[in-house]
């Protein structure tokens, strides 16, 4: 390391150009910035010992000293060549710097800066920050070095630091009263000035509830209704803090009590937020008004109801506060209060006679709005389950009696619905005890708001998978038919056997189409295509096999699948209408999704028809799997002649037989037969 030192000692520039880094780029970066620190040294050395004739010349730019390479050091490494990462300084200047500190052994602070690449520039101590001898003097409490410091011809107490600070106002921040006393009888005129964000020495006083300060900036004039830039006064400040001796002072100095900040908030609502009745009653005794209203129309009794505060709630009320007041968005105390669970907050509110069926702009009640609350992932993480579902099922049994089910009607939408879609199951269970409509649809307006244009209870419980509000749903009389989109339909998509069997039994469309989608056979086929098991329950509970063996091109070759333009529609300008072919059960199988199950699905579908034909694209699936082939065979006529008679006995029981054949006094062999399960052993 010492060969290596050598050459450069006597460098006329601290600076490592690109051929030094060539050289030393196997140096560690601590061995760098330590060799920077050696350059630095001798450079401040020789210029000191210079002439000032040499020092001239030595700031002519001279011709570099030629720098030994890697072999004359007797270090065995190659110098790597010339590459981009490694670009000649003149070319990377406008490359931003890094800059570190760090601690010399003897405790020196330094600076270095280094180039993009790591390459080590300069390295200097850092510059020590001066101390305003008066912010000193304040900081520590030393009134009488600071009368000394004030006495100074040079001393301007009026000089802001680089926060914007004059003395006063550090003074009234690290409680200073004396200190304050000795700048305002040198400079009274500057006791409301203010800093960049518009605090006063007084603001600053209350924020740091420094009580001495306070009294006696107001003893001296200090204005109590300069704010700050978000329009805070130290009254208001004060109410944040709960700091009543403040407010106290505050007052009796003539502070203005209605001022509003910039979002409308007086100190009153600030009070109320706190839930402190003792500051409360000194604003109201001050003048302040009950039911100011913020920016958002929030008067302070909303501000009590939402933060669950039911003393300050009590003494708004006590004081002429409306209870049935509104915010912009038409939400009252009650409905804020049932929103955020507050029970007490609600059985006080009900007590007190507020209306129960004033709705939000919404047109929400606060029924729905507690029907929504409950046992959700969200309420699972902040509340508690058991806890939480609780509050909100006693909220709700609070307002059942309250609410008018005429004014639910009106809504468009029955808290069912809602319960419903939170899977809220006990307060679904508790709506349903009390008589609320399972068959209730929301309004127009409100069941376009969703893309399947749902409009029951049910199709909420059946689209979250939530089988036990399903039930609860259909054994209180929920008609499963009410929907555009058949709530079957979703069952089957979900693949839920369970739901499919608990809609059918209560009499669920098993031959349900899609409007939207026109298919010539029943489109709970279509949904159960690859659950066969689904399939055949259809069957047996009379779906619609025949249908899916009626196609219009029959043994003729069939065009492949495709939109087609309207007949009836011409075309307008740059505008095409598209019409949906009406999609065959033929078309539908022969799709990339369900052609491996072409065969099964077939099979399956020939046990509940009788002669049928096969058509072309049919049987050319049944030809492209061997194994198929017993299937092609079952389909020729004549079919058997227990088969028809199976056909014809189902034809007589009639729709949902499958429960129906259960109760009919028949053999068990009979039974089998008719459920096409004659092959199975007798037990």
């Excluded at 490359?95 to 690449?117: C, E, Q, W």
């Excluded at 409306?322 to 509110?349: P, R, W």
């Excluded at 059942?400 to 899977?423: C, D, F, M, Q, Y």
Aim: proline share 7%.
């Amino acid at each position: 390391m010492a060969a290596a030192r050598g050459p450069v000692l006597g460098a006329t520039s601290p600076t490592l150009n690109y051929d030094d880094f060539c050289m030393y780029n196997y140096m560690s970066d601590d061995e760098l910035m330590q060799l920077a620190i050696e350059r630095s040294l001798a450079e401040t050395h020789d210029s000191s010992t210079m002439s000032p004739a040499e020092n001239m010349k030595s700031s002519i730019p001279q011709r570099r000293a030629e720098v030994p390479r890697p072999s004359q050091c007797q270090i065995p490494q190659p110098a790597p060549p010339p590459c981009p990462a490694n670009p000649p300084r003149e070319k990377n200047e406008h490359l931003p710097l890094t800059v570190s500190h760090f601690i010399t052994g003897n405790g020196k602070r330094m600076v270095a800066y280094r180039r993009y690449d790591g390459t080590l520039i300069e390295v200097k101590p850092e510059a020590e920050e001066e101390v305003d001898p008066v912010v000193k003097a304040i900081k520590d409490g030393a009134v009488g070095t600071l009368r000394g410091l004030i006495k100074k011809v040079d001393c301007n107490l009026l000089m802001p630091n680089e926060l914007g600070w004059i003395p006063l106002h550090e003074a009234a921040h690290y409680g200073q009263d004396q200190c304050i006393t000795a700048l305002l009888r040198a400079q009274p005129g500057m006791i409301n000035k203010r800093t960049p964000n518009d605090q006063t020495a007084l603001l600053l006083a209350v924020l740091k509830e420094n009580k001495e300060c306070v009294a006696c900036l107001l003893e001296k004039g200090a204005d109590p209704d300069i704010a700050n830039k978000d329009k805070e006064t130290p009254l208001y400040k004060a109410c944040e803090k709960e700091n009543p001796a403040i407010v106290a002072m505050l007052l009796n100095h003539g502070a203005t009590v209605n001022k509003i900040c910039i979002q409308g908030w007086t100190a009153l609502h600030e009070a109320v937020c706190r839930n402190n009745v003792e500051i409360c009653d000194m604003l109201v005794k001050a003048g302040a008004k009950i039911s100011i209203p913020n920016i958002y129309g929030i008067t302070p009794i909303f501000v009590a109801a939402q933060s669950g505060n039911i003393d300050a709630l009590r003494f708004l009320l006590k004081n002429g506060a409306d209870i049935n007041s509104q915010a912009a968005d038409g939400a009252t105390a009650l409905y804020e209060a049932c929103k955020n669970g507050h029970v007490g907050i609600v059985e006080f509110l009900l007590s007190q006679k507020a209306d129960a069926n004033k709705p939000g702009k919404s047109g929400l009640l606060p029924i729905h709005i507690a029907a929504q609350r409950g046992n959700d992932r969200t309420d699972l993480f902040t509340f508690g389950s058991a806890h939480h579902t609780d509050r909100a099922l006693q909220i709700v049994a609070m307002l059942i009696p309250a609410t008018s089910k005429a004014r639910v009607r009106r809504s468009g939408i029955s808290p069912l619905h809602l319960a419903a879609e939170r899977n809220r199951d006990e307060i679904l269970e508790l709506l349903i005890e009390s008589g609320f409509d399972v068959n209730a649809m929301l309004s127009e307006d409100r069941s376009t708001m969703y893309e399947d244009r749902r409009s029951t209870a049910l199709y909420f419980s059946v689209i979250n998978n939530n089988i036990d509000a399903t039930q609860m749903l259909l054994q209180a009389g929920a008609d499963p038919n009410l929907d555009t989109f058949n709530p079957l339909l979703v069952a089957l998509r979900q693949g839920c056997m369970r739901t499919v069997k608990l809609l059918v039994e209560h009499g669920a469309n098993v031959n349900a189409y899609i409007p939207t989608h026109p298919t010539t056979f029943p489109a709970t086929v279509m949904f159960c295509m690859k659950y066969l098991t689904m399939l055949k329950y259809l069957m047996d509970n009379g779906c619609d096999a025949l249908s899916c063996f009626i196609c219009e091109y029959g043994t003729d070759p069939h065009p492949p699948l495709k939109t087609r333009r309207s007949e009836r529609t011409p075309f307008r300008d740059d505008q095409t209408t598209l019409q949906i072919t009406c999609v065959q059960f033929c078309d539908m199988v022969s799709t990339d999704t369900y052609s491996a199950w072409a065969g099964p699905i077939i099979d399956v579908l020939l046990d509940y028809v009788g002669d049928v034909k096969l058509c072309s694209r049919l049987i050319e699936h049944l030809d492209s799997y061997s194994g198929w082939a017993n299937i092609k065979e079952k389909a020729m006529p004549p079919r058997p002649l227990m088969q028809l008679c199976r056909l014809k006995i189902w034809q007589l029981i009639g729709i949902h037989r499958l429960n129906k054949i259960k109760k009919l006094p028949l053999p068990g062999r009979l039974i089998k037969f008719l459920n096409h399960e004659e092959r199975t052993r007798d037990l």
